[in-house]
């Protein structure tokens, strides 16, 4: 029986602004941004980052803005980017007027080193009349030297101070066309700014861990972060800020809201089984076999990779398609049910073939193609692997034997 899509907590609710064409906040879904790491006056470079950030799921796209060439570069760029822009501005009040000279359709200024009442409302009051949204970046590592005084250090409630300060500004001219974050590269800090700020305000917030780092461990700490606000319902566009490729960092968001259900699967997802004592294959060889042929077609299904047809297909019966092993012949299954048997050696193809099959005619019509004698065989299988194998593959009986005998032994 299908049940409908699981997701996380409730969202909070917000004010919405519009970042170009994207929604941000008041239950729009959640974006992903990332941001380029060319020269941002290198128009051509700029723009082919971009287009490969976009294709692997960016909604909206940052670009420095720390010099003229830098704004000039962004002239050229917003008409021709396949998503908004938001222009990145420290320091330098004039390259925030340059920007939107420009055409950009958000600003994100750092309250840390864009410090001066006049300069701020001067950009805020520009914004506005262009209906140019800003975010508000505070970042712990540039907090506003006053604020760290004053609160002993970049806490939580320092942060949120700092975006606080910002805010009265920008309400002298009338501009609340506002989003907020309050990144801290430190992850438990992070997640309670950003809690103390959710219960302050109601703008929608933009999420990070600042400075996160190569993958692994900055996926890892860029996860945590996010993905707890998110499944406490906060957040309504997020960054993952790693130091590496910056398309890693727009398929990492993308893979972080489809997970948790608050995106539609725009691509594949690939789930395979730790392996075991009982794995029939090469698991992870196969797994990422499938995965590079598979990727190149991108299709919005999710397909498993199983070591054992003794438990893999009733594992993976949530997948919309996946194999399992044993016996030198792979299982083929959809939705857990067996659809064909093909050699060890095939299987990869077979799989790759099958979700073309899928995507192209639907679940419902493959499974009505199934081979008559496959479930018969998989069960075969399956038995005959129980009889060689045993229920205990790993050997725990015997091991837990050999440890009682041990301590009597003692
Ligand atoms: S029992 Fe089979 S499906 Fe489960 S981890 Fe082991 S090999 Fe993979």
Known sequence: MSHPPVSVASRRSTRQIMVGKVPVGGGAPVSV????????????????????????????????????????????????????????????????????????????????????????????AEAKDRGVPIRIGVNAGSLHPELYKKHGGATPEALVESAQMEL??????????????????NVALMIEAYRLLAD???????????EAGPPPGGLIKATAGIATLLAEGIGDTIRYSLTADPVEEAKAGRQLLEALGLRERKGLDLIACPSCGRAEIDVIGVAKAAQSALEERNLPIQVAVMGCVVNGPGEAREADLGIAAGRHRG??????????????????EALVAEADHIVAEGVEARLAAADAGAEAAAEDDRRALLESQGDDVNSSEERIELIHKWLEEE
Do not use: W
């Not at 287009?51 to 003229?68: K, P, S």
């Not at 009265?168 to 590269?185: I, M, P, T």
């Not at 299982?331 to 990869?348: N, Q, S, T, W």
């Open 33 to 124: 941004q990332s941001m380029t790491v060319t020269k941002t006056a290198d128009v051509e470079g700029t723009l082919a980052q971009i287009y490969a950030l976009a294709g692997a799921g960016a909604d909206i796209v940052r670009c420095t803005c720390n010099e003229t060439a830098a704004a000039e570069g962004l002239a050229q760029i917003v008409p021709r980017s396949p998503v908004p822009i938001v222009a990145d501005v420290h320091f330098h009040h004039e390259m925030a007027l340059a920007a939107l000279e420009a055409g950009v359709s958000c600003l994100r200024l750092n309250p840390g080193n864009l410090r001066k009442p006049a300069e701020i409302k001067n950009i805020a």
């Open 168 to 185: 009265a500004y920008f309400a002298e001219v009338g501009f609340d066309d506002v989003k907020v974050s309050v990144k801290a590269s």
């Open 200 to 210: 302050t305000v109601d703008y929608p917030l933009h999420l990070g861990v600042t």
């Open 331 to 348: 299982h083929l299954f959809i939705k857990g049910k067996i659809v064909r048997v093909v050699p060890e050696d095939e299987m990869v």
